[in-house]
């Protein structure tokens, strides 16, 4: 795939060639195409287009039960279409493509926040209005509601998409992946914010008139409730902060125990499986083997197997750097309703590792074959695990022994499986050592000998014939049974000045030994790879457990350990976050410092991050998740959203305040006024991720 490619389009362009060609071969020949990537493309957006869907459809329903107005609830939800257009205009000047990362995170209910403020406040002023007989100028009303909220609705948008701009400022990995996110996101507020300042008063100009509101009798239940909640707390305000801040300590004291993973791992629909022989196997057994194995698998899963193939070695291109010894299995599978041996693909894959062990002689390693590709194209070639142990130094047989070593630990470590350790010794070797004085005693040039040899075992071509439109090269070279031992090998003769034939053993030593498979390096330094994945536990745990463990490890001087694979970028990606998460709570305070004009009501409103995070926390221990760039990224927009409601409170309160309410009076009737605006941005908010939280596609 080129780069910049859709590689959705790239594949329908090859079907489409795929059947030309087809017409072209002999009657009975099909060309059925293996690991379709279009069709895991198609079903991540058909699960984007579905949580969307779903969500748009959750955050109307709630603004309606909310305001139960149906030309309000259709102001608000107008955001929607109108945001989204913004959103796709941005991407398209971005080249940001729409797929699972960049659309997979928009929450329509953070798009109708600003308008959702707006709207709410015009529908309750054009209400009281009409309650008390007044004759009311509709477009001054809305106005002046408008202006009244204006500031805490453009502030508390623009605190949420300034929680989205560290997020741009991730390299690496992650920066691809969750940059276009980013974008994607902030192109929405950007137009959400712009929108619910412009088009949502005049809108509610044209359309809402002044009529009491429908009694809304939940909401008047839970209004009466939290006013009676509001006293009890407020007069003992010492004790909730203390259980609070208690309540806090506890879930922030979780978070340790959440594991860690890079990114929740995205299900492809099918298994590669990448494996060893013995470095002595030639490749006539790798085939016979290997259909052995095929032919198992598909005995054994008939109802999980769709298709399944192995390939063999390198292509004569040498595009694909691997040994003859060396398989990739790629097993495509059946819809999970139709499997009858495991519920999950996790269990599907145990059981098919139980049978692969059961082959002699395969060491082998679990993932997808999308994902293998990615990991060798990022941490380079025989990464394919979860965990890479890169063991670095000069002497090769060192190196292998500290292999040994690694592996032996990492095979204590819980939740460590498909160990292996890349294969770099075994390999039998023809060595010719000649003898020089003996060449000199008989009169033989060393390029006699050379070329002798290279003719007997290699072949030298000797014509080319055509066949058809191609010119094929003929090379002769001794029949099988004359070289395929040392013995044999020292039989042959080499012609000398005078004519005479001396026989090879005689001018040369000649032995099978066992040399290097190959010889990998990294940054120039001589390395072996030892692999392990991560199952039945978080990688981050894994990793950490070994690394403990191989610091135990006596290492010679000169030699040192690295780590790669997914945790390399987990690592990188933590350290990051470490930077931008307090950056992005340092930005937001500055942002309420601003709206705010006061350095202790900006504290008060940015107290609702904590107390916001630990749910999400909470939330990850609760469900067994392990924390990973994904949460983390959702807490720096968690960040921006817990103190949009904060803000919206804090200022009805000062509004009373400044109208001559005392603080107590205030504080009730301020949080009494805006319980509803609250109640919606938080309900739309949270419920219009519940379908993506939910979805399993």
Same mark, same amino acid.
């Given at each position: 795939?080129?780069?910049?490619?859709?590689?959705?389009?790239?594949?329908?362009?090859?079907?489409?060639?795929?059947?030309?060609? *087809?017409?072209?071969l002999?009657?009975?020949?099909? &060309? #059925?195409?293996h690991?379709?990537?279009?069709k895991?493309?198609?079903?991540?957006?058909?699960?984007?287009?579905?949580?969307?869907?779903?969500?748009g459809?959750?955050?109307?329903? =709630?603004?309606?039960?909310?305001?139960?107005?149906?030309?309000a609830?259709?102001?608000?939800?107008?955001?929607?279409?109108?945001?989204?257009?913004?959103?796709?205009?941005?991407?398209?000047?971005?080249?940001?493509s729409?797929?699972?990362?960049?659309l997979?995170?928009?929450?329509?209910?953070?798009?109708?926040?600003?308008?959702?403020?707006?709207?709410?406040?015009?529908?309750?002023?054009?209400?009281?209005a009409?309650?008390?007989?007044?004759?009311?100028?509709?477009?001054?009303?809305i106005?002046?509601?408008?202006v009244e909220? #204006?500031?805490?609705a453009?502030?508390?948008?623009?605190?949420?998409v300034?929680a %989205?701009?560290?997020?741009?400022?991730l +390299?690496?990995?992650?920066?691809k992946? =969750?940059?276009?996110?980013?974008?994607?996101?902030?192109? +929405?507020?950007?137009?959400?914010?712009?929108?619910?300042?412009t088009v949502?008063?005049?809108?509610?100009a044209?359309?809402?008139?002044?009529?009491?509101?429908? @009694?809304n009798?939940?909401?008047?239940?839970?209004?009466?409730?939290?006013? @009676?909640?509001?006293?009890?707390?407020?007069?003992?305000?010492?004790?909730?902060?203390?259980?609070?801040?208690?309540?806090m300590?506890v879930?922030?004291? &979780?978070?340790?125990?959440?594991g860690?993973?890079?990114v929740?791992?995205?299900?492809?629909?099918?298994?590669?499986?990448?494996g060893?022989?013995?470095?002595?196997?030639?490749?006539?057994e790798?085939?016979?083997?290997?259909?052995r194995? *095929?032919?198992h698998?598909?005995?054994?899963?008939?109802?999980?197997?769709?298709?399944?193939?192995?390939?063999?070695?390198?292509?004569?291109a040498?595009?694909?750097?691997?040994?003859?010894?060396?398989?990739?299995?790629?097993?495509e599978?059946?819809?999970?309703?139709?499997?009858?041996?495991? @519920?999950?693909?996790?269990?599907?894959?145990?059981?098919?590792?139980?049978?692969?062990?059961?082959?002699?002689?395969l060491?082998?390693?679990?993932?997808?074959?999308?994902?293998?590709?990615m990991?060798?194209?990022?941490?380079?070639?025989?990464?394919?695990a979860d965990?890479?142990?890169?063991?670095? /130094?000069?002497?090769?047989?060192?190196?292998?022994?500290?292999?040994?070593?690694?592996?032996?630990?990492l095979?204590?470590?819980?939740?460590?499986?498909?160990?292996? !350790?890349?294969?770099?010794?075994?390999?039998?070797?023809?060595?010719?050592?000649?003898?020089?004085?003996?060449?000199?005693?008989? /009169?033989?040039?060393?390029?006699?000998?050379t070329?002798?040899?290279?003719?007997?075992?290699?072949?030298?071509?000797?014509?080319?014939?055509?066949?058809?439109?191609?010119?094929? *090269?003929?090379?002769?070279?001794?029949?099988?049974?004359?070289?395929?031992t040392?013995?044999t090998?020292?039989?042959?003769?080499?012609?000398?000045?005078?004519?005479?034939?001396?026989?090879?053993?005689?001018l040369?030593?000649i032995?099978?030994?066992?040399?290097?498979?190959?010889?990998?390096?990294?940054?120039?330094?001589?390395r072996?790879?030892?692999?392990?994945? +991560?199952?039945?536990?978080d990688?981050?745990?894994v990793?950490?457990?070994?690394?403990r463990?191989?610091?135990r490890l006596q290492?010679?001087?000169? %030699?040192?350990?690295?780590?790669?694979?997914?945790?390399?970028?987990?690592?990188?990606? @933590?350290?990051?976050?470490?930077v931008?998460?307090?950056?992005?709570?340092?930005?937001?305070?500055?942002?309420?410092?601003?709206?705010?004009?006061?350095?202790?009501?900006?504290?008060l409103?940015?107290?609702?991050?904590?107390?916001?995070?630990?749910?999400?926390?909470?939330s990850?221990?609760?469900r067994?998740?392990?924390?990973?760039?994904?949460? /983390?990224?959702?807490?720096?927009?968690?960040?921006?959203?817990?103190v949009?409601n904060?803000?919206?409170? #804090?200022?009805? #309160?000062?509004?009373?305040?400044?109208?001559?309410?005392?603080c %107590?009076?205030a504080?009730i009737e301020?949080?009494?006024r805006?319980?509803?605006?609250?109640? !919606?941005?938080?309900?739309?908010?949270?419920?219009g991720?519940?379908?993506?939280?939910?979805?399993h596609?």
């Amino acid at each position: 795939l080129l780069i910049g490619e859709n590689g959705r389009v790239v594949v329908q362009r090859v079907k489409e060639k795929l059947v030309a060609i *087809e017409k072209s071969l002999p009657a009975g020949t099909r &060309l #059925i195409p293996h690991l379709d990537r279009s069709k895991l493309v198609n079903g991540t957006l058909r699960t984007v287009t579905r949580n969307l869907t779903e969500g748009g459809l959750l955050v109307i329903l =709630f603004l309606f039960l909310f305001l139960l107005q149906l030309r309000a609830g259709l102001i608000v939800s107008s955001m929607i279409p109108l945001a989204m257009l913004f959103a796709v205009v941005g991407m398209r000047l971005f080249d940001v493509s729409a797929n699972l990362m960049s659309l997979g995170a928009i929450d329509f209910g953070l798009i109708v926040d600003g308008a959702v403020i707006i709207v709410e406040n015009a529908v309750r002023r054009l209400a009281e209005a009409a309650e008390h007989g007044k004759v009311v100028d509709i477009e001054e009303t809305i106005i002046a509601s408008t202006v009244e909220v #204006i500031r805490p609705a453009l502030f508390g948008v623009f605190i949420i998409v300034g929680a %989205y701009v560290p997020v741009l400022t991730l +390299a690496g990995v992650e920066g691809k992946m =969750f940059r276009p996110m980013g974008l994607t996101v902030i192109f +929405a507020l950007l137009g959400a914010m712009v929108l619910s300042v412009t088009v949502v008063p005049a809108l509610c100009a044209q359309f809402l008139k002044p009529q009491p509101e429908r @009694r809304n009798y939940p909401l008047e239940w839970l209004t009466r409730l939290y006013e @009676r909640a509001l006293h009890w707390h407020v007069r003992r305000r010492g004790f909730v902060i203390t259980v609070a801040i208690t309540v806090m300590a506890v879930c922030f004291s &979780l978070f340790p125990r959440l594991g860690s993973v890079f990114v929740p791992e995205l299900n492809e629909g099918n298994i590669a499986v990448s494996g060893f022989y013995p470095p002595d196997t030639s490749i006539e057994e790798v085939v016979q083997l290997s259909g052995r194995l *095929e032919q198992h698998l598909r005995q054994q899963f008939p109802d999980e197997i769709l298709h399944l193939f192995t390939r063999i070695g390198r292509p004569e291109a040498a595009t694909d750097p691997m040994l003859n010894n060396q398989v990739d299995i790629m097993i495509e599978l059946t819809s999970p309703e139709r499997w009858k041996r495991a @519920r999950t693909k996790e269990q599907l894959v145990e059981l098919v590792s139980q049978e692969v062990q059961k082959m002699p002689g395969l060491s082998v390693t679990f993932t997808q074959p999308i994902k293998m590709r990615m990991d060798e194209m990022i941490e380079g070639q025989g990464v394919r695990a979860d965990l890479a142990v890169k063991i670095f /130094g000069p002497d090769l047989r060192e190196l292998n022994r500290l292999g040994r070593l690694v592996e032996a630990e990492l095979r204590q470590v819980e939740g460590a499986t498909d160990i292996s !350790m890349e294969t770099t010794e075994g390999l039998p070797q023809l060595q010719i050592a000649v003898d020089r004085e003996r060449l000199a005693r008989y /009169g033989v040039h060393i390029q006699d000998v050379t070329d002798a040899i290279e003719a007997a075992l290699a072949g030298k071509v000797a014509t080319s014939v055509v066949v058809g439109n191609q010119q094929v *090269e003929v090379a002769l070279r001794l029949e099988p049974s004359s070289r395929d031992t040392p013995e044999t090998i020292g039989r042959l003769l080499i012609p000398t000045p005078d004519g005479a034939r001396v026989p090879l053993n005689q001018l040369a030593r000649i032995e099978v030994v066992e040399g290097p498979v190959r010889i990998n390096r990294e940054n120039g330094q001589r390395r072996v790879i030892v692999l392990a994945n +991560a199952r039945g536990r978080d990688l981050g745990s894994v990793a950490e457990e070994a690394h403990r463990r191989l610091q135990r490890l006596q290492l010679p001087t000169g %030699y040192w350990i690295e780590y790669g694979g997914s945790y390399e970028h987990l690592v990188s990606g @933590r350290k990051r976050l470490g930077v931008v998460i307090p950056v992005t709570f340092g930005a937001i305070l500055m942002l309420l410092l601003i709206a705010m004009g006061s350095l202790r009501y900006a504290l008060l409103v940015f107290t609702s991050i904590p107390f916001a995070l630990t749910g999400g926390i909470l939330s990850l221990w609760m469900r067994g998740m392990p924390f990973s760039m994904s949460a /983390g990224v959702g807490f720096i927009a968690l960040g921006g959203i817990a103190v949009l409601n904060g803000l919206v409170m #804090i200022n009805s #309160i000062n509004a009373l305040r400044a109208q001559g309410w005392r603080c %107590y009076e205030a504080v009730i009737e301020g949080a009494k006024r805006r319980m509803r605006p609250v109640l !919606m941005t938080a309900s739309v908010a949270s419920f219009g991720f519940v379908p993506m939280a939910l979805s399993h596609g």
